[in-house]
C-alpha cells in the first residue's frame, strides 16, 4: 500500500459527483490511500452466456454481484514530470476505487499525467465491456488545461484513441460540465489496452496548470469497476 499524504479533499469531491457506488468512488479520507485493496484474477474471469459464447468477462475491483474482484491486469502509468504530490494506485475492492491524479501541491506541466492501465492476458483481446469511473478536469493554466479522458487501443491523446473525455475550460465531460461520474461503454473490437488518465495538456511547451483544480487535484480519475469483455483465443491447457 502506498504510504502518501496526499491530502487529497474527498469530500467536495462527493457532494459535487455524488460518489455512491459501492461506498463511493473516491472516499472522504486526508490520504486517499485508504481507497485499496486487491485479491486475485482466478475468480475474477467467468464465462458470459452462451449467446456470446467463445467470450470472457473480465471483472475488477466489484463483480455484479457486489461481491470483491481483482485488479490483475491493471497498472500505474506515469508521464512526463508530474506535481509534487502526484500518484496513481491500483489497489480497488467494493468501496475502495482505483485512481490516479495530478496534485495541487505544484504546478503541473503540460505533458504530465498519472493514469491506469489495463492489458489483457495473454492471448486474449479487449473487446467492449462497461467501466464505472469518476473523472474530475478542473485545473487549467494559461495556453494549458487539465484532462481526464479514457483511451483504447493506446495510451495517445488523439481521435484514434481517446473514446470518452472531460478537458478543463475547453470540452466538457457528456454531462456538460467538468466533472463525470457514471459508466462508460467500451468501443466494439477496438483491442490493445485501456487506459483512464489524468494529465495536463499544453498548447505549447512551457505551459503548465496552475489555476482551479478541486478536491486538490488539477486533474483527478477513479475506477470503481471494470466489466471486461474479451476474445480468448487460447486453447485452455491439460490437467
Given amino acids: 500500500m502506498l504510504n502518501v499524504n496526499t491530502n487529497v479533499n474527498?469530500?467536495?469531491?462527493?457532494?459535487?459527483?455524488?460518489?455512491?457506488?459501492?461506498?463511493?468512488?473516491?472516499?472522504?479520507t486526508l490520504t486517499i490511500a485508504a481507497l485499496t485493496g486487491a485479491l486475485a484474477l482466478g475468480g475474477a474471469t467467468v464465462a458470459v452466456s452462451p449467446a456470446i459464447a467463445g467470450l470472457l468477462m473480465h471483472t475488477s475491483c466489484t463483480?455484479?454481484?457486489?461481491?470483491?474482484?481483482?485488479?490483475?491486469?491493471?497498472?500505474?502509468?506515469m508521464t512526463?514530470?508530474?506535481?509534487?504530490?502526484?500518484?496513481?494506485?491500483?489497489?480497488c475492492g467494493p468501496g475502495k476505487s482505483m485512481y490516479a491524479f495530478l496534485s495541487m501541491q505544484s504546478p503541473a506541466p503540460a505533458g504530465a499525467g498519472e493514469a491506469l492501465a489495463y492489458t489483457p492476458p495473454k492471448g486474449s483481446t479487449l473487446v467492449g465491456g462497461t467501466i464505472h469511473v469518476g473523472l474530475s478536469a478542473d485545473g487549467y493554466g494559461v495556453r494549458a488545461a487539465g484532462?481526464?479522458?479514457?483511451?483504447?487501443?493506446?495510451?495517445?491523446?488523439?481521435?484514434?484513441?481517446?473514446?470518452?473525455?472531460?478537458?478543463?475550460?475547453?470540452a466538457p465531460c457528456?454531462?456538460?460540465?467538468?466533472?463525470?461520474?457514471g459508466p462508460v461503454e467500451l468501443p466494439r473490437d477496438r483491442g490493445g489496452s485501456l487506459f483512464v488518465?489524468?494529465?495536463?495538456?499544453?498548447?505549447?511547451?512551457?505551459t503548465v496548470c496552475n489555476t482551479g483544480g478541486s478536491h486538490n487535484a488539477?486533474?483527478?480519475?477513479?475506477?470503481?469497476?471494470?466489466?471486461?469483455?474479451?476474445?480468448?483465443?487460447?486453447?485452455?491447457?491439460?490437467t
Fill in 10 to 28: 474527498t469530500n467536495t469531491m462527493g457532494e459535487r459527483m455524488r460518489y455512491a457506488h459501492a461506498g463511493g468512488l473516491v472516499r472522504a
Fill in 218 to 238: 488539477w486533474a483527478l480519475v477513479g475506477v470503481s469497476y471494470a466489466h471486461l469483455l474479451l476474445s480468448n483465443t487460447t486453447e485452455p491447457s491439460a
Fill in 147 to 170: 484532462t481526464a479522458a479514457l483511451f483504447e487501443p493506446a495510451f495517445s491523446y488523439d481521435a484514434a484513441n481517446v473514446f470518452f473525455q472531460c478537458v478543463a475550460i475547453l
Fill in 174 to 181: 457528456q454531462n456538460g460540465t467538468f466533472n463525470f461520474y
Fill in 63 to 77: 463483480s455484479p454481484d457486489g461481491s470483491p474482484a481483482p485488479s490483475e491486469g491493471w497498472s500505474g502509468v
Fill in 197 to 206: 488518465g489524468a494529465g495536463c495538456m499544453g498548447q505549447v511547451a512551457g
Fill in 80 to 91: 512526463g514530470t508530474p506535481s509534487v504530490g502526484s500518484t496513481n494506485d491500483t489497489n
